[in-house]
């Protein structure tokens, strides 16, 4: 098994992205999304961060917080996968729901923050759920548009920034 190194920096955003138990898109459905987001708001309550940027999709998530300097983000993403499937268990639904393991990468400066950002929001077009991020209901995308960070028809083409990037 591969040794895998994690780095908790205090005050560095961090991305995560979670992935489904091979690939199985159990979050196409509108309520196991909701189901989803509602078990990242209660691990908030038991691991204080700020939530910055997600999307969901129906086989995985990207996420971007910061946690709280006592805040251990291994510990938000082990809560909120384990209360999504407690959650999910009780609606009848059996587990596992989530690859054991999952990816993230401290946010180094700005233009490192900007390309995640980029990659959340632009994340249902390159999977072709939609033809541009606003269309998209289940991402944090129309908040960054209410914000004056882009225009609402932005990410209809892939932006340079991401177009190298691969992080699924």
């Known amino acids: 098994m591969p040794n895998y190194r994690r780095y908790y920096i205090t005050g560095q955003p961090v991305f ?13 459905d509108d309520a196991r999304v909701q189901t989803t987001i509602d ?4 691990a908030k309550t038991k691991y204080p961060f700020r939530h910055i940027a997600h999307v969901i999709l129906h086989d995985h998530l990207h996420w971007m917080l910061l946690p709280n300097p006592e805040t251990n983000f291994s510990k938000v993403v082990a809560s909120t996968k384990r209360d999504v499937t407690w959650r999910l268990k009780e609606l009848g639904f059996s587990p596992p729901f989530w690859q054991d393991r999952f990816y993230d990468h401290v946010i180094r400066d700005e233009d490192d923050f900007n390309r995640h950002l980029d990659y959340i929001h632009f994340n249902p077009v ?4 939609v033809s541009r991020p606003a269309d998209y209901r289940w ?5 960054w548009v209410r914000r004056g960070v882009y225009d609402a028809d932005w990410g209809s083409i892939e932006p340079d920034s991401i177009r190298q990037m691969n992080l699924e």
């Open 39 to 42: 078990s990242m708001r209660w």
């Open 126 to 129: 390159k999977h072709g759920y």
């Open 139 to 143: 991402s944090s995308f129309s908040e």
């Open 16 to 28: 995560v992205t979670l992935i489904t138990r091979d690939r199985w898109p159990w979050m196409a």
